[in-house]
């Protein structure tokens, strides 16, 4: 896990938090073990909000120092970086609404009145994801990874017309 960047060790809590907050489901077989469960969850849903909120933040503080003082590379309109910018805050904003629907989910219970109403699991859960999805592979992060690359944009979308550079090799 490494970030190149002036914060590095964001990346490391962030990824930290989300395993976190992932393996803190578990199965109990008594009363207690299951609302001992169920808190757990509740705290990782939770930790998981403060942490994504925090990204949100730092993305935003991000922003605004590149649009106060922008570098030559930023103020060319070459690398859309604004339009994936946006496309994130739109797709983060979805990805929080959609946990703070969980937290609301798990704190309500096996009994709760979200859970014996599906319509807002479809809503709040698979249309909400369904948007990242959409929004994510039509404003696709690998645009900016080509363009870097000496990739240039066409009408149709993204094509590569240099092969000179070497193509990455992930290990």
Request: charged share 10%; aromatic share 12%; proline share 4%.
């Amino acid at each position: 896990m490494q970030s190149s960047g002036k914060y590095p060790w964001t990346c490391s809590i962030s990824v930290r938090a989300k395993t976190l907050s992932g393996a803190s489901i578990m199965a109990g077989k008594t009363p207690t073990a299951v609302k001992n469960g169920q808190h757990i969850v509740v705290g990782g849903l939770v930790l998981q909000i403060l942490f994504f909120g925090f990204f949100m933040i730092v993305t935003l503080v991000f922003h605004l120092r590149v649009q106060k003082a922008p570098t030559a590379r930023s103020a060319s309109h070459d690398v859309p970086w604004r339009k994936h910018l946006h496309a994130l805050y739109f797709a983060s904003i979805l990805i929080m609404i959609r946990s703070i629907f969980r937290v609301i989910e798990y704190v309500q219970g096996n009994a709760g009145y979200i859970l014996s109403h599906e319509v807002f699991l479809y809503i709040f859960d698979s249309v909400l994801m369904l948007g990242v999805m959409v929004l994510l592979n039509v404003v696709h992060p690998s645009e900016i990874y080509a363009l870097l690359r000496g990739g240039k944009v066409s009408r149709g979308g993204l094509k590569l017309y240099t092969l000179t550079q070497p193509p990455l090799v992930y290990t």
